[in-house]
């Protein structure tokens, strides 16, 4: 019996994706660490770019062990960071476990590098998603953080008043005034987000993403993104997809 199901895998997998990094100068090294306890996007980018300059430590002769060290390094120091920075010790350190154990059963670098991208960028997101937390209620910080969570997942109103114990109405109500959106709208922008930077970040095709982010059909998510974004997701990804960060 699987224990994940495998959208919620495929949604955690991208939340990580964008990093890479080691033998820098120490001040270089932890610049990225720094961005992402802040929740700050560059620090996405930023270790790509280190990952990349091939300035990395060599630990291993085989390539393969070598990028699964240094993936172990880099999540060490990222969970511990992340931590630092206020997420929850236990949430830190189980997503660490996830991550070693998939990076595991990789096979190729191409596979640990893609990994250990996700990896930053789920790290990054959810230190973002932090620092909105301290404006908002208890019941919709919980909101909030539920639905960055669950974007694999179909997300009612119904279900985050049962989470946190509050009548529908009344929790739609609270969301919108201290949000200044619906909780459907939330929703539909947390979702654009998280496509606009598979979009740019990953190789995933527009089908793969739409059943990540739990959309009926492709069509219904090209039809969605395009009202949200004024272009369609194939217009997006050729104007945006940073080259050089997947290996071909």
Not at 135 to 157: F, G, N, P, Q, W
Request: glycine share 4%; hydrophobic share 40%; proline share 2%.
């Amino acid at each position: 019996m699987a224990v994940v199901e495998e959208a919620k895998l495929r949604y955690l997998d991208f939340l990580s994706r964008e990093d890479r990094v080691r033998h820098h100068r120490y001040v270089e090294e932890m610049k990225q660490y720094d961005l992402m306890r802040s929740g700050d996007g560059a620090a996405i980018a930023e270790s790509v770019k280190l990952w990349d300059s091939g300035l990395y430590g060599h630990v291993c002769d085989d390539p393969l062990r070598n990028a699964k060290y240094l993936f172990v390094t880099s999540i060490t120091l990222a969970t511990r960071f992340a931590i630092e920075g206020g997420m929850d010790e236990e949430d830190a350190y189980n997503a660490s476990d996830l991550y070693i154990q998939d990076v595991d059963r990789c096979e190729s670098v191409a596979e640990v590098r893609r990994m250990h991208t996700d990896m930053m960028t789920f790290f990054t997101w959810a230190m973002a998603d932090l620092q909105k937390v301290d404006v908002h209620s208890k019941a919709v910080a919980e909101c909030m953080d539920y639905i960055h969570y669950h974007l694999h997942e179909r997300i009612t109103v119904a279900m985050l008043a049962n989470h946190v114990h509050l009548n529908p109405t009344y929790l739609s109500e609270l969301f919108s005034k201290e949000t200044g959106t619906s909780i459907s709208q939330y929703v539909t922008d947390r979702r654009m987000e998280a496509a606009a930077n598979m979009l740019r970040y990953s190789q995933y095709s527009l089908g793969e993403i739409a059943q990540i982010l739990a959309y009926s059909s492709q069509s219904h998510f090209s039809k969605v993104f395009k009202k949200q974004m004024g272009v369609t997701p194939g217009e997006y990804r050729k104007a945006n997809a940073q080259t050089g960060i997947w290996p071909e």
